[in-house]
Each structure stands twice: as C-alpha cells, then as structure tokens.
C-alpha cells in the first residue's frame, strides 16, 4: 500500500473539525488498506507501531531529526533549524525542505506502508552505544524516497506530533462503518477492545475474518484489560435505591492501582493507563512469582508505607517509584503494601463473567496474606445504616473513603457504572469531591510573567463524541514551582490553532492538544453561558461550569485524558446538587 494515500487522507482529516467527517474520512483510508496490514495502519495513526502497553519509543529528539532532514535535502541544518524556530511545526520543515530540495527529482523509489512502518520499528528498536547514528540513517533513508507531503507525516509520527484529532473511540466508529457498514456495532467492537486494550488487534480479527470473531475475543494474560471504574454518589439513601440493601463496603485506599498478569511465574503489571510498570515494582513481581498458579490476572492498589510503623503515606509518596534508574534504592526508602480488591482471570478461566460474591471468595482461597500483600477490607451489610459508620472507620484508618459494591456485579472491564460506587466523606458535604480535568488551553497572566501562564481553561470529556468541552478556568491553587513544571509539560501539547477535539466558545492565548490531567475541586457546578460541557443537556444554549475552581497540587500522571471526568458524570453531580438544595 501506497504511504501517499495515507498522507492524502491525514492531510485531509486536518482540515476538519466536525467528527463525523473525520470518521467517514477514515474510514475511507481503512476500507482502501489490505486487511493483513490494517492493524499497522491503525497503530500508525495513533502514532505509534505497537499497543502502548508494550512501550516502545521512538527515541528521536527534534535535534536527530533537523539533522537527518540536513543530510537529505540540499538545505542546510542552520537553515532548517532557523525555519524551525519560526513555524515551530517539525512536520511543515519537513514538508518545505523537500519541496526545496532540487535532488527530489531523482527519487526512485516508491514508499508503501509496509516499508514505513519496518523502518519505524527498526529505528524504535535501536538502543545502546551507536544507535542515534543507526537512528538517523534510518530516518534518512526514509526522508530521501518521500514526498514534502510524506515526509510531513513522517516526521510528525516520529516526534509524536501527528494531531489528528482521532482517540480510541472514534477509531471504533470508523472501523465499524468501514468494515460493517453500521456505526452501532462499535459496541461489539469496543468489548473485544476493553479486555484487549489492543485496537489493531480487533481492526485485524475484523478486517480479516469479520465480526462475530471479534464477539470471541478472550483475555490474555500478559494484555492488560481495560479497569473497571466506579460511579460515586454522596449518600446511603442513594446507594440502597442503586443496589439495594445488601452489598460490599471496601476500603478505598490512595495509592496506585496495579494491574498484576502472571503467567507460568512471568510477572508483568500494568499502571491504570494499561502503561507497563513492572520495572517500577521489582519488590512486587518478587512476590507474585511464587504464587501457586498457572495464570492468574489480579487487581490491587499499592499503597506506600511509612518504613518505621507500616502506615499508609500519601499518594505522591509512589511518585518515587516512577524512575528509570537507582530502582533498587527507591524499593528500600519507599516500601509499598499491596492490597488487592480484585481477580479477573485464574487458571486459564475467564471470571468477567462471575459475580464479585464469587470473585472475592476465590481471592481470598487463592492468596496467602502477610505483612506486605493483603486483601483490601471489607464488609458485606444487609442494612445501609452501616454505611456511615464504615466510613468513618474508613477515613480514621488513613482510606479516602469506600468503594460499594454491587455483590451480583461482575467485571465490566473499560466501564464507569453502579456495580462499585465511591463514597467519599466530602461528597457528603459539599460538592467539593475532586474533578480530573484536561488542559485545553491557557491565558496569559497579567504583566505575561515569562514561562508561567496566568489561568488553563480545563475541560471535560464527551465520551459519546469523543470531544474535550470546556468547563473552567483554573488560575488558583499553584505553587510557583508547580507553575512552571506545568508550564514546561504543556509546551510538548501546544497547537497552533485550537485542536479538532477541542470543543470551546471561550478562547484562548495558547491552545493545545488534549495531554495533562488536573486535579480540582470547586465549590458547584452550575448553568454557564460561556462553557461547553454538557451544552443544551439542562438548558438550552447554556452548558456547565464548575464555580471557584481551585488546583488541589495533584497532576494525574496516571490519567489519560479520555479518562477524565466525563460530561454524563458532571451531569450526575448537578442533579444531584440541584435536588439537595430543593429538598
Ligand atoms: P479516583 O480519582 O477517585 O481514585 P479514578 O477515576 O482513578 O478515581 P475510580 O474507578 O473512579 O478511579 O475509583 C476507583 C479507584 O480507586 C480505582 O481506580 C483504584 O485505583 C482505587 N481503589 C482503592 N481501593 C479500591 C477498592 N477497594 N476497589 C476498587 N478500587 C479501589
């Protein structure tokens, strides 16, 4: 396959900003792609070559490639850099270099898909001494047989710039109507993809053998599953109307959820963004390796611990643990407990199916506690006036609150529903429980202090449209230090132009690419003129916005931006704000 149509297509989603258009455009580029290569152009539009939980990179600095462009073309390196400087779109030098470029003529060779996605691979998978001279032949070798319009892909690919404005979702609508003709059957497709995690595996099982295939989709081990998440309500009342009288209170401990795969004694865990972090956890994979198993896949959250009494420490304490380096020093100084809530897969055996009843008797046959490993608290109650007492009891012991669970619910990997809901003590209050919400764009401050922008107009996200909708603007709350680490963060995200998934009538100095997770709390969310979020769900031609928004001190490094908090969960939070204050 030609990599010319793929540019032609991706130059032609750039100029839209309705997702509809998008999805019928790419769509069209999948129904032209050969089905045994369909899972490479899946991946390379999302700029990349693998599923992200096997963690390749690219490894290639804007420096490599200005350099390698100096090597192809008759430009020289001081000129691209100083073109670069202006535009500030490695893409576009590329593009304007080659069109310069007077050897452009004499290619020879026609570029396909296949061979793109080869010298990807080949230029991902150079490491060690030599590799960047590796590194840079391979890309130019690339650069001289493209065309300005290719080589604009190709260096936008490579430095993770590609900005096309397609997430997950979006790409299942497309894969839907290209391969079935029906948009609805990106239900079917987004089950096989939340216990997978892997879209170009279900675009080749489609593609090549049709959809009831993708129906039989089964875990594997060592293929993270998307988590299940909880919904949260703020009051005993409203849990029993949700589950009725009988349930499970757990514990909710503030640490970081682990995603443990073992399969014949080989660990691997994965973080909530489905990121590989065994490496993280060398104290953790030690333990599991012993389990008494074939295979099992288990959940759990991994709390730091004070190394002199053993109680929890706060959440950022595990940041430590988050280093490529020196992983052995940061094991002993910051010690960690697991402690599990959850098994979804054991000895071959599928347990999505099962009921959490079931799955939480199997978790405690199967595993033998002690000081570092245990089992996440709990309680099973008939009657809901327990609730409030568990809480406290909860929050005395150093928990954030209680994750409830449905005892019938099972497993729904990749959904946000009432089999577990949260309770947390400040839902019970106010509104103040937190929001995890996405930088969309920044105003300068007042005097443009240098490096430091002065308020971020933050989002939410509309999962049915695949849109980020504005919902604040935050100025409150940073420390200068946090200031400028975000401030440096965001440059990596910044677009020129207000980016296609953005959805936003306020506007902006800066805008950028949806990327960095905040966490806010304010003080209620109310009808909003100005904002986006939720536009047209409570009043027409009016959105939602959260009132005094303030930055608690917390990046989620740990959040995509597809998971933060949603319009249907903001909408929720209104409702019931509005019945407290009329009841
Ligand atoms: P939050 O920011 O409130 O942690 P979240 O969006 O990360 O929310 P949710 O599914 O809404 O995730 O809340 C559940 C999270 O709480 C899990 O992702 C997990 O990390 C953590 N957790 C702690 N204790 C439990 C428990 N007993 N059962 C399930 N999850 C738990």
């Not at 892909?153 to 979702?169: M, P, Q, S």
């Not at 349930?247 to 909710?252: D, P, V």
């Amino acid at each position: 396959m030609d990599y010319r149509l793929i540019a032609e297509i991706y130059s032609q989603m750039e100029e839209t900003q309705k997702r509809l258009k998008l999805i019928e455009l790419y769509s069209k580029l999948l129904k032209q792609t050969p089905s045994n290569i369909i899972n490479k152009v899946i991946y390379l539009t999302q700029g990349k070559i693998y599923p992200d939980f096997l963690g390749f990179e690219f490894g290639m600095s804007d420096k490599l490639i200005i350099k390698s462009l100096g090597k192809t073309t008759s430009d020289s390196h001081e000129k691209i850099q100083e073109y670069y400087n202006k535009v500030g779109d490695l893409g576009e030098v590329a593009k304007q270099s080659i069109m310069n470029n007077a050897q452009t003529t004499l290619t020879t060779e026609q570029l396909t898909v296949e061979r793109v996605y080869e010298t990807f691979e080949k230029i991902a998978k150079t490491r060690g001494s030599g590799s960047i001279e590796m590194k840079l032949s391979h890309l130019s070798g690339l650069l001289s047989d493209a065309s300005a319009i290719e080589a604009k892909y190709i260096v936008r690919t490579l430095n993770g710039k590609l900005r096309l404005g397609i997430a997950d979702y979006t790409v299942l609508d497309a894969l839907a109507l290209a391969f079935t003709n029906n948009r609805q059957n990106r239900i079917i497709l987004e089950r096989a993809y939340n216990i997978s995690s892997d879209l170009g595996k279900i675009a080749l099982i489609l593609a090549t053998k049709g959809l009831k295939p993708v129906q039989n989709v089964e875990i594997e081990v060592g293929n993270p599953i998307r988590p299940m998440l909880a919904e949260r309500l703020s009051s005993s009342q409203e849990i029993v109307d949700k589950i009725g009288k009988s349930m499970s209170l757990e514990y909710k401990l503030d640490g970081e959820r682990l995603q443990i795969h073992v399969n014949k004694k080989q660990v691997k865990i994965f973080s909530r963004r489905l990121e590989d972090i065994t490496n993280h956890y060398p104290d953790v994979s030690e333990i599991f390796s012993k389990i008494d198993v074939d295979n099992i896949i288990l959940e759990a959250e991994a709390v730091a611990i004070d190394k002199k009494n053993g109680s929890y420490l706060p959440f950022q304490e595990l940041m430590h643990r988050r280093r490529k380096h020196k992983i052995k020093e940061a094991v002993k100084n910051y010690p960690v407990s697991i402690n599990l809530f959850d098994i979804i897969f054991l000895n071959d055996e599928d347990l999505t199916n099962s009921s959490y009843e079931n799955r939480r008797k199997i978790l405690t046959r199967i595993v033998k506690i002690n000081k570092k490993l245990d089992i996440i608290r709990n309680k099973i109650i008939q009657d809901a006036d327990e609730i409030d007492s568990f809480l406290e009891q909860a929050i005395k012991e150093g928990c954030e609150g209680l994750v409830i669970k449905n005892l019938q619910g099972i497993y729904r990997a990749g959904a946000r529903e009432y089999l577990w809901i949260k309770l947390k003590r400040e839902y019970k209050s106010e509104m103040s429980d937190t929001l995890d919400l996405v930088v969309i764009g920044a105003i300068y401050g007042k005097g443009k202090r240098v490096n430091r922008y002065g308020a971020l107009l933050l989002a939410s996200y509309d999962k049915k449209e695949d849109l980020f909708r504005s919902f604040c603007k935050v100025g409150t709350g940073f420390s200068d230090e946090q200031l400028k680490t975000i401030y440096e963060k965001l440059q990596e995200s910044r677009v020129k132009n207000k980016h296609a998934m953005v959805d936003s009538k306020m506007e902006a100095d800066v805008w950028f690419k949806p990327n960095i997770v905040l966490e806010i709390s304010g003080s209620e969310i109310t009808i909003s003129p100005i904002h986006t979020s939720n536009l047209n769900e409570i009043r027409t031609g009016f959105g939602l916005a959260l009132r005094f928004p303030v930055f608690t001190g917390r990046i989620r490094e740990d959040k995509q931006p597809s998971q933060a908090t949603a319009t249907t969960e903001i909408v929720n939070m209104y409702n019931k704000q509005s019945k407290k204050i009329t009841h």
